[in-house]
């Protein structure tokens, strides 16, 4: 018996509307994912957190991608069982309820548990919407909503550094980031709650692995907790790291076992035997902390060094995430042309890796130098190669962890690689984070500031000083973009190494 | 018969009340001087306590210190201070211990300040000193009054509001302007006299614009022993 579909039930012009209302709610979110990496120093200020303590400033990041993994896995399985919109409703309240926390927070502690908060919120919008999108279309309609939906997510991850900056750098101030976060959700949630109410969507009862979400988030957010440096001046890792790092194995290894066992797994744990398929997750990951490593440290660097202001260092960055589109378009492409993934993966990845090699060359005077007689300079080269790159390896990554999967799998398949880009971001930055501050503790060790007072060479010596210590702050700089190129080109060998050809086309 | 057996049981009833009422309420606080003068005194005999200061409002490019926070045994301490240097914010360490003034910024190890450079940065000693320290200002404040009960990081204390002269603020933080008087509430505990919060407030900073200076404290009478730390 064939069950007709629910989409024919819709007219098509409210087919629109509620994939545009939901679609906005998500682009919103999305855009929130990484907007912060512009405003870290005002927000550190407005908690009273001083500008040389940046370590105070990974939870307010890691905060956010904990959140969004936490749920990311079973916010499909949810809206199966209580409805997509009913589902989006909630976790749009939750990100407007984690906006208003982060807008209004007097201290970090309620910062950090804002951005979880919409992290949590916006991470099962992601899966809530695609389920809609292919509630609404048929089978053969749907290719083309879900790229739409996709690239909203992906839009609004590049512009929200760029968003946070300019609204940072405006009059309003970093709090206007969340707090237009506030009526733009109230809007979407008014448009959509004569459906919501209405309540007539299919539900189904699915079993959520419940267990195995706990003891997955459980792992992550102690190896989170272990690789966060809170005193990077003593040690590049967590005081506890020498526990909860062993712990955070024994979630994983329950996790595994647990996966194996149930019914109704949040990922074919079995699936770890192809080749193919773990190299491509942990080249995601590893793709996936090459750009978190960009996303942050840029924008920093360009405060810290370049004396930029929030709205300069998200241009700056947006040289880099401008690559990263065009870098994807590129990627399939070429992977269709050349009817390889690993070829183009591994050229993706050793692209991003020469450029964050670049960049590990800079100093004072790298953002003056013209390319060519062109109107950019050689830094904006730069910056558009380590993105281009980035975006290079997606599509065949992406495509290679897809086909290794079966078509039964192949929703879980594509929430498993959001998850891994997600835990490499994650992992990544953390021990990234601590590992360069530490390095830079460790420089400055013996560089004593020069004191006021009767101190007749003040002036000069404090020249002095501030010269030495942005020389310690690139050094630092360079320490951790020669890290992520190696990871980057381990990465690369990694790709060349495991994942199999295109496969021949063929309908299922 | 009966009236006069009603009169009595009301009589027993007023006075079980009151005797319910007066061991339901406890002895009455101490007035507002007595508190000022019992809390001064049992803060300079602790042998420790934590405390964080915060800086709110107006606060101009003459005066560097936003907030500090650390432990205290008077006139010794341990502080971590946030100073604003332009738009950002700085942290330095410092410690006062066997009357000399040690110093820690973001980079190199401790340095020894001289009073000239300690004058320049921010001279913490003066905030707990028993002559001219705050707990001392809290006797030298006039026209005592004491609020109803509150609860300050959940214990009972009584706000007690009154002013202090500008000059006598201004031996606690010179960059304090030293002319009228300021407004000064304490959260005194009682039973017991732990000061939990101390708020000032006035145109401290500026002629003309308001600020704030609120004290915190916790860990009364935990053990605070602060040695002069290793140089460079």
């Known amino acids: 018996m064939i069950t007709p579909f629910r989409s024919l039930r819709r007219r098509s012009a409210n087919r629109s509307v509620l994939l545009a209302l939901t679609g906005a709610g998500l682009f919103l979110a999305s855009l929130d994912a990484y907007v912060v990496v512009t405003a870290l120093l005002p927000m550190l200020k407005s908690v009273n957190i001083a500008v040389n303590r940046p370590e105070q400033a990974t939870p307010i990041i890691t905060g956010f991608l904990l959140g969004y993994l936490a749920v990311m896995p079973i916010a499909g399985g949810l809206s199966d069982r209580f409805g997509r919109l009913r589902l989006f409703g909630a976790c749009l309240a939750l990100f407007a309820f984690g906006s208003f926390l982060t807008a209004t927070a007097p201290s970090l502690s309620q910062l950090v548990t804002g951005r979880v908060l919409q992290g949590a919120g916006g991470g099962a919008l992601v899966p809530a919407v695609l389920a809609l999108a292919a509630d609404l279309y048929p089978a053969g309609d749907r290719s083309p909503v879900l790229g739409a939906v996709s690239a909203l997510q992906e839009i609004g991850s590049v512009l929200g550094p760029l968003w946070g900056g300019l609204i940072t750098a405006s009059s309003f101030g970093w709090t206007w980031i969340f707090w237009i976060n506030i009526p733009f959700a109230a809007l979407l949630f008014w448009g959509l709650w004569p459906e919501i109410r209405a309540g007539g969507e299919p539900r189904r009862e699915t079993r959520l692995d419940w267990l195995g979400v706990l003891l997955a988030t459980a792992g992550l957010a102690l190896l989170t907790l272990a690789l966060y440096a809170a005193n990077p001046e003593q040690s590049p890792v967590g005081e506890g790291f020498f526990w909860q790092a062993p712990l955070a194995l024994v979630c994983f290894a329950l996790f595994v076992w647990h996966e194996h066992r149930t019914s109704h797994p949040l990922i074919n744990v079995r699936r770890f035997r192809d080749s193919s398929f773990t190299g491509s997750a942990l080249t995601n990951a590893i793709a996936g902390a090459g750009l978190m490593v960009a996303l942050v440290y840029i924008p920093v660097l360009a405060n810290a060094v370049f004396s930029m202001n929030a709205s300069g260092a998200a241009l700056l960055l947006f040289r880099l995430m401008l690559g990263i589109p065009i870098g994807a378009l590129l990627g399939g492409w070429l992977a269709q042309r050349l009817r390889s993934y690993r070829l183009v993966a591994a050229l993706g990845l050793v692209l991003a890796g020469i450029g964050f090699l670049m960049l590990s060359g800079w100093n004072e005077g790298s953002l003056k130098p013209h390319l060519l007689g062109l109107p950019f300079t050689v830094a904006d080269g730069e910056l558009f190669l380590t993105g281009l790159g980035l975006g290079i390896e997606i599509a065949p990554v992406s495509a290679a962890l897809l086909d290794a999967v079966g078509e039964a799998e192949r929703g879980a398949g594509a929430s498993f690689l959001i998850i891994m880009r997600l835990v490499g971001m994650l992992v990544g930055f953390s021990l990234v984070a601590g590992f360069g501050l530490w390095e830079f503790h460790r420089a400055t060790a013996h560089l004593l500031p020069p004191l006021p007072g009767l101190n007749p060479n003040f002036a000069t010596q404090f020249a002095i000083y501030t010269l030495k210590v942005k020389g310690a702050i690139f050094d630092e700089y360079h320490l951790i973009f020669r890290a992520t190129a190696i990871a980057l080109f381990i990465g690369a060998l990694l790709a060349a190494a495991t994942l199999r050809p295109l496969p021949r086309p063929r309908w299922q | ?232």
């Open chain 2, 1 to 232: 018969m009966r009236a006069a057996g009603a009169s009595r049981s009301r009589t027993v009833c007023a006075g079980l009340a009151v005797i319910v009422g007066l061991v339901a309420c406890g002895p009455p606080p101490p007035d507002a001087a007595t508190l000022l003068i019992r809390s001064s005194d049992h803060m300079l005999h602790l042998k420790g306590f934590h405390f964080q200061m915060q800086i709110t409002g107006f606060t101009g490019p003459g005066e560097p210190v936003q907030s500090a926070q650390g432990d205290a045994h008077p006139p010794d301490l341990h502080a971590r201070v946030n100073l604003k240097e332009g738009t950002i914010l700085l942290e330095v360490e410092v410690v006062f211990a066997a009357d000399r003034v040690y110093l820690k910024s973001f980079t190199g190890g401790w340095q020894q300040l001289t009073d000239a450079q300690v004058g320049e940065f921010f001279d913490a000693r003066t905030l707990f000193d028993p002559q001219t320290g705050l707990f001392a200002a809290m006797r030298d404040t006039t026209s005592p009054t004491r609020g109803n009960s509150e609860k300050i990081a959940e214990h009972d204390t009584y706000p007690v509001a009154g002013q202090v002269s500008a000059a006598r603020m201004h031996q606690l933080l010179t960059l304090i302007r030293d002319q009228g008087t300021y407004q000064a509430t304490y959260w005194i505990e009682s039973p017991g006299s732990n000061l939990w919060r101390a708020r000032l407030t006035g145109d401290l900073f500026d002629a003309s614009t308001a600020a704030t200076i609120t004290f915190d404290f916790s860990n009364h009478d935990h053990p605070v022993s602060v040695t002069p730390p290793p140089l460079g």
